[in-house]
């Protein structure tokens, strides 16, 4: 299942930078998008979602892009804090699916301090 | 803060044998679903519940899956003969309503390991 993908494994970037994390999906029915963070040994944690007739969605520190033409969204934090650092799923679902989760394969971020 | 809660944590297990892994939603939460992450791979979903019944499978839930909800609380997935490519993690996860737009809220696993 190639629907939704996260081509990089994984992202290391220095405390107080930002962080950029990117997802690609090949499906135009999805109707929102989301991510999830996950430590070890935890079951992945809601973050932050944004709905297909959205370009952007700001909660604090992060802010999600999508570009539909492009079929490509984006994670932005801002400044990166060392506990930040985890596994960052992009997800996405279609109403019309039994609101299933469509995963990539997630990206592993590392701040550094 | 509610949260999903999961047991057991771990379970190890010889091929062929059945295992059900338990989970506690979210109290009043409406929809129920199980997920697993094959190590190295994506979290891929299995089952969704609701009102008592299946609402959707993927291709993954075989015969050999099972799922119910015995009482009010507690939302259970059945492997009937594990095999050796079952050794996963599974999350439950549980969200209030059907709109689309809401999050699932995961519990924190079961890691099984068949041998």
């Known amino acids: 299942d190639q629907q939704v993908k996260q081509n990089s494994p994984s992202l290391s970037v220095q405390e107080g930078r930002i962080s950029i994390l990117n997802c690609d999906y090949t499906?135009?029915?999805?109707?929102?998008f989301l991510w999830y963070k996950k430590y070890p040994a935890e079951g992945p944690t809601f973050l932050i979602s944004i709905s297909s007739i959205k370009d952007k969605n700001e909660d604090g520190r992060f802010t999600v892009f999508l570009n539909k033409s492009a079929k490509h969204l984006s994670l932005h934090i801002v400044p990166s804090q060392p506990g930040d650092s985890a596994v960052y799923f992009c997800?996405?679902?279609?109403?019309?699916?039994?609101?299933?989760?469509?995963f990539g394969e997630g990206t592993q971020l590392t701040v550094n301090p | 803060e509610p949260e999903v809660t999961q047991t057991p944590s771990h379970q190890v297990t010889q091929m062929g044998q059945e295992v059900i892994l338990r989970c506690v939603p979210i109290?009043?939460?409406?929809?129920f679903y199980w997920y697993r992450q094959i190590l190295g791979q994506k979290v891929e979903f299995l089952v969704s519940?609701?009102?008592?019944?299946?609402?959707?499978k993927s291709e993954i839930f075989d015969d050999q899956f099972s799922v119910e909800r015995p009482d009010g609380s507690n939302f259970t997935l059945k492997i009937r003969s594990t095999k050796l490519e079952d050794s996963a993690m599974y999350f439950c996860?549980?969200?209030?309503?059907?709109?689309?737009?809401?999050?699932?809220?995961f519990g924190p696993g079961t890691r099984l390991l068949v041998l």
């Open positions: 997800a996405a679902i279609k109403e019309t699916s039994g609101s299933r989760l469509t």
């Open positions: 499906n135009s029915m999805f109707d929102y």
């Open positions: 519940f609701y009102n008592n019944e299946i609402s959707e």
């Open positions: 996860a549980s969200r209030n309503t059907g709109l689309a737009g809401e999050t699932q809220y």
């Open positions: 109290s009043n939460h409406l929809y």
